[in-house]
């Protein structure tokens, strides 16, 4: 923090409780955790551990067993618009529409946000996502890289405080993905955004995130600074980290 | 609800509809196809009965009314299966969007395409067949908002349909309009129906409407009563069907459809 001058780092996002059991499955089993602003949490674990059903649920698109969530103070379940006024989110499963040009679509779904100056917002994110030369193209003949370009500028539209991102360079290339990290990391630097990031790729994880939290068979089993905590589970890196928490969950839930 | 919302729904279908003849053309050529189709057939009728029955007015404004109500109908569920067809629910409904928002974008988008279908139907039937309006007088009018808020009720309660089963279950929409035309009375009186048929016939606005224009072209005169039930029934159906759709959605989002729309089935 810069001397003198005042940065906030309330809590932007409260997870309480959550469980979700679909018939016998219990795909998230009681995660609570924080995301205050301007910091990046990753959401890590293996494939099935929970995560997206952790997200959907943040997002509202998916209605928890028990527990809740609060975005900014603002109780999902009761005041959903409100709530998700403040947020936004950029996902590899999701592209947008791929019949609508990358234009119409930052329109629509800015106008859906309610962004003032939409236009002016607009511009600004094609020229900060290099989409300039795609305005006109429709999304469905941009090639992966451009569309989670184009995701990512429909996420920063309504400039949220709070940007739910999964997997969000799945499908770029080293030098892209870099990029596309640098200027996430900027945002939450820069605003007051809270951002909560899944992805696969641990060195990114290490490279963007503040804290970690590791999600097992619905569980946070761990949780801390991915620059440390390896160590303190007698691992080398955050991947072999991941590793134990995939194969071994129940040695780190003894511990 | 926010407005802004509801004009974004209705901002996509139009980007959809300029940039696709594929789109534009069904907006007008079904409709169109079938006024030549029964223009011709009532002339033929005309030629070959009696003088002093009009079958223009009775049959090729009957067909008119109808395709209005089918036009309005899959106004909605053409827009809602765009959603479907590019995988959007996701992209929607992550949003603040609402649902009574997004439901009144299908709608609104749907006034826009049954307009354009009754405007091309309109003008073939009244300058290339010589019906006209005349003969219904102002009650044209109501007869157009009750198949209006039936279309409505139907597109909704379609849309729910394909929301529950997913996208496969576009299958049973298409063929609604014609499952209800029997009991609806297009071309005959209802009391040439059996009894059990007659009874959904009482449940359906648009057999109010068919009966009543039968009886204006026959005698001048219209029931109130009849007009005002088919009024009463097509509003409850709208209520009916938003309840219904709201229903299917908390649904998806308990069960967690939404999130996974193109699996169909959670099982």
Known sequence: MEAGIFVDTTTVLSVTGLHK???????VDGVWFDVKRREIVGLLGPNGAGKTTTISMILGVLEPTSGSVRIEGIDLASRRSQALERTNFAAVYTPLPGNLTVMQNLRIFGMIYGVPKLAERIETLLQQFDLEPFRDTKCGVLSSGEQTRVSLAKAMLNSPNLLLLDEPTASLDPSAARDIRARIRGFADQGSCGVLWTSHNMYEVEE????????????ILLEGDPKTLPGEHGKENLEDLFILVAREPLALERQ | ??????????????????????????????????????????????????????????????????????????????????????????????????????????????????????????????????????????????????????????????????????????????PIPALISPFAGVFYPISTLPVWMQAISRALPPAYVFE??????????????????????????????????SRIYRHAVRTGLIARYSAETLS
């Not at chain 1, 059991?21 to 795909?27: H, I, S, T």
């Not at chain 2, 026959?218 to 759709?245: N, Q, R």
Request: proline residues 3%; hydrophobic residues 60%.
């Open chain 2, 1 to 174: 609800m926010r407005m802004h919302r509801t004009a974004a729904i209705v901002l996509r279908q139009f980007y959809l509809l300029r940039g696709s003849p594929a789109r534009i053309l069904p907006l007008f050529a079904w409709v169109a196809i079938d006024m030549v189709l029964w223009g011709f057939i009532t002339r033929y009728l005309n030629s070959v009965t009696t003088a002093g029955f009009n079958f223009v007015p009775a049959f090729l404004g009957a067909v008119l009314l109808w395709d209005f109500f089918i036009r309005v109908m899959q106004g909605i569920t053409t827009a809602f299966f765009e959603d479907v067809w590019s995988r959007n629910f996701l992209n929607f409904f992550a949003t603040p969007l609402a649902i009574s928002e997004y439901v009144s974008g299908l709608v609104l988008s749907s006034i826009f395409t049954g307009v354009v279908g009754l405007a091309v139907m309109i003008l073939l039937a009244t300058v290339v067949f010589g019906l006209s309006f005349a003969a219904y007088g102002i009650l044209v009018i109501p007869f157009l908002g009750v198949l209006f808020l039936f279309g409505i009720a139907l597109g909704v309660c379609a849309t729910a349909i394909v929301l529950r089963f997913g996208p496969a279950a576009e299958w049973f929409i298409w």
């Open chain 2, 212 to 245: 009543s224009l039968r009886a204006i072209l026959a005698h001048g005169t219209v029931s109130p009563s009849a007009l005002a039930a088919s009024g009463g029934l097509a509003i409850l159906d709208v209520v009916l069907a938003g309840w219904f759709f």
């Open chain 1, 21 to 27: 059991r679909y018939g016998d499955v219990q795909a």
């Open chain 1, 208 to 219: 963007v995130c503040d804290r970690v939290l590791f999600l097992s068979h619905g569980k």
